[in-house]
């Protein structure tokens, strides 16, 4: 699983292929770019409405109390969503569940469950399998740090053996309950052949971290993957203004998350669904755009002496790593146009050391072994000119602490 070292041609392909051909998938009736538009408002004209409404309700009225234990009763028992209007907001929401149909439509899969955030979305999952005596955990690094850390630390009572692709199948066991990837990984943008790893798992669910691709690069369930994560704080909202995590899966799998999430209170602020509905509607525009300025910033630092080493994945995308000859807390002190702060997908460039912060949690020589090397710089880019992103990355890989 080495990470992708940039060439030139890989970055030309990228291009291509986000102006029309290989890497955009579209849905089984629609294109992606009309799902991400129409999906979860099919019904508004006939409400007599164009945008969404924002239900902020925490509790809702009934005067059929009976009617409403049936309810509360039939979801303790099987986690499907109630018939008929809601109960509490911690049971569901119409504006969340508008997002959850959008999001579903554009994975490819039946269902999708919103939480707060991404690791509340990961922690719900590992509850589900530890509920059924399923404690272990086949993972692959890297993987996002606090992901890692949840792993590794056993906070959920989980144990984790980390692997390399190839030792997947032999490191099964009967009580593994989850098998779970990243690809491209974060931060080095290592890839994985999904099709071939969800094979190694078996009749083990395979949960992909999709944050960095997004649906528009790659639709993890097409290749066998059971439970596709996000952080949706990151491209799904795309506007760096509101935290979230959702889970796409199959409903069986769906009816388990609710339930956890009702037990746990890890839900998602309707105001919070309402914007990440309203970010997917341009989705497949930022995540192309992006990813044009990316392709082309990866193509520039690959000549740049002052740079040992650039990955960008072979699929395209909006995130680039690449390692420094030089300090690299020196080019993090000196960009002026990018903004030097962790989290990523904004329509805004974001650039970060992870052995400083979003990996610094994970073990040293845990890092490392990944290939998250001391001089690894993450950039999310964003959809400024790229001249002018090109330029400040110029002068901030030049910058030598104010000299």
């Known amino acids: 699983m080495d990470s992708v070292v940039y060439d030139t041609q890989g970055a030309q392909d990228a291009q291509d292929d986000l102006s029309g051909s290989g890497q955009v998938i579209t849905a089984p009736t629609r294109a992606l770019a009309t799902e991400a538009v129409h999906a979860g408002r ?11 409404p924002i239900d902020l309700s925490t509790t809702y009225p009934s005067y059929d109390s009976r009617g409403e234990a049936a309810r509360i009763d039939a979801f303790a028992a099987d986690g499907a969503e109630p018939e008929g209007p809601p109960v509490y907001a911690r049971l569901g929401n119409p504006t969340v569940a508008r997002f959850e149909t959008a999001l579903a439509r554009l994975e490819g899969t039946q269902s999708a469950v919103a939480f707060a955030s991404g690791m509340a979305a990961l922690s719900a999952v590992l509850l589900v399998r530890n509920a059924m005596g399923l404690r272990h955990v086949v993972a692959v690094r890297p993987l996002y740090g606090c992901s890692d850390h949840l792993l590794t630390a056993g906070l959920l009572g989980s144990e984790v053996t980390w692997v390399d692709p190839a030792g997947i199948a032999d490191a099964l066991r009967p009580d593994t309950g989850l098998v779970m990837v990243e690809s491209p990984a974060n931060p080095t943008l290592a890839e994985l052949d999904l099709r071939a790893v969800a094979h190694s798992c078996g009749s083990v669910p395979l949960l992909a971290d999709n944050t960095f691709a997004t649906p528009v690069l790659q639709r993890p369930a097409e290749h066998g993957a059971r439970l596709v994560l996000h952080s949706a704080t990151k491209y799904l909202g795309g506007h760096g203004d509101v935290m979230a995590g959702v889970v796409a899966c199959d409903e069986d799998f769906a009816r388990k998350l609710r339930q956890v999430r009702f037990a746990t209170g890890g839900v998602l602020h309707p105001l919070a669904g309402y914007l990440l509905l309203r970010g997917l509607s341009t989705l497949p525009v930022r995540v192309r755009a992006a990813s044009s300025n990316a392709a082309e910033l990866a193509r520039r630092l690959a000549g740049d002496p002052r740079v040992a080493r650039v990955h960008y994945p072979r699929i395209g995308g909006a995130m680039i790593a690449f390692e420094v000859h030089g300090d690299p807390h020196d080019v993090i002190a000196g960009v002026r146009l990018i903004t030097p702060a962790v989290s990523l997908g904004s329509v ?19 890092r490392q072994g990944a290939g998250v090397s001391d001089r690894l710089l993450r950039l999310s880019v964003g959809l400024e000119d790229v001249d002018d992103l090109w330029s400040d990355l110029d002068t901030a890989l030049g910058f030598h602490g104010g000299e």
Do not use: M
């Open 42 to 52: 099919e019904d508004l004209a006939a409400l007599g409405l164009h945008a969404a």
């Open 348 to 366: 805004d460039s974001l650039i970060q050391h992870p052995a400083s912060i979003s990996h610094r949690i994970v073990p040293t020589a845990d």
